[in-house]
């Protein structure tokens, strides 16, 4: 039961990456769109921001009941990706929300402006440097941070350090390699 909490655990934060890739992609596509009734349309792509709250509350539960299924929770590593999840989560959503929320605002009134004084250039100005704004490098290195800095390769670990024979079972295996097949021909329950 464990392996499969784990594999939960790690297909959810596959797929929140994955789900998170799109938005990656329209922040970087936002910030090369001159046209705003253009850049519009690329929200229309977007994953709804439930579906990333379902799929991070997965990660958070199947991550949380493996550290209790492995008692985990006296590692410093689990409280150390605890803690960098919340610090990642609480950035993103504030830098994210934040450039999205903007760059639409402004697209918004670029478009009205149009129709109203398709000279002045104000609205337009703002809206370029809304999507030109710090929040798309920002988050992008943050990103890379977050999907290096969650140990994958620690849950990955620890599964396999709960099904690893011991050292002392390797060693009885060595030394009795010729009694670690059974009659099925299969390994004998002692070996691994």
Same mark, same amino acid.
């Given at each position: 039961?464990?392996?499969?909490?784990?594999?939960?655990?790690?297909?959810?934060?596959?797929?929140?990456?994955?789900?998170?890739?799109?938005?990656?992609?329209?922040?970087?596509?936002?910030?090369?769109?001159?046209?705003?009734?253009?850049?519009?349309?690329?929200?229309?792509?977007?994953?709804?921001?439930?579906?990333?709250?379902?799929?991070?509350?997965?990660? $958070? %539960?199947?991550? #949380?009941?493996?550290?209790?299924? @492995?008692?985990?929770? +006296?590692?410093?590593?689990?409280? &150390?990706?605890? /803690?960098?999840?919340? $610090? %990642?989560?609480? #950035?993103?959503?504030?830098?994210? @929300?934040?450039?999205? +929320?903007?760059?639409?605002?402004? &697209?918004?009134? /670029?478009?009205?402006?149009?129709?109203?004084?398709?000279?002045?250039?104000?609205?337009?100005?703002?809206?370029?440097?809304?999507?030109?704004?710090?929040?798309?490098?920002?988050?992008?290195?943050?990103?890379?941070?977050?999907?290096?800095?969650?140990?994958?390769?620690?849950?990955?670990?620890?599964?396999?350090?709960?099904?690893?024979?011991?050292?002392?079972?390797?060693?009885?295996?060595?030394?009795?390699?010729?009694?670690?097949?059974?009659?099925?021909?299969?390994?004998?329950?002692?070996?691994?």
């Amino acid at each position: 039961m464990y392996e499969w909490v784990v594999f939960v655990h790690i297909a959810s934060i596959l797929a929140f990456m994955l789900a998170h890739g799109v938005h990656v992609t329209a922040m970087w596509a936002t910030r090369r769109e001159p046209d705003p009734e253009r850049m519009l349309t690329f929200f229309n792509d977007l994953p709804k921001p439930t579906l990333l709250r379902i799929l991070l509350a997965v990660l $958070v %539960i199947s991550g #949380a009941t493996a550290g209790f299924m @492995g008692s985990w929770w +006296g590692s410093g590593w689990i409280w &150390a990706s605890l /803690a960098y999840l919340t $610090v %990642i989560a609480v #950035a993103m959503w504030y830098a994210g @929300g934040t450039f999205f +929320g903007t760059v639409e605002e402004a &697209a918004t009134a /670029a478009i009205a402006a149009r129709g109203r004084e398709p000279s002045d250039p104000g609205p337009q100005a703002a809206y370029d440097a809304a999507r030109g704004g710090w929040q798309t490098i920002g988050m992008s290195v943050l990103g890379l941070g977050g999907d290096g800095g969650h140990p994958v390769a620690d849950d990955v670990q620890a599964v396999l350090a709960a099904q690893a024979p011991s050292r002392r079972t390797v060693a009885w295996n060595l030394a009795h390699a010729d009694r670690c097949l059974c009659a099925s021909g299969g390994p004998s329950p002692r070996c691994w």
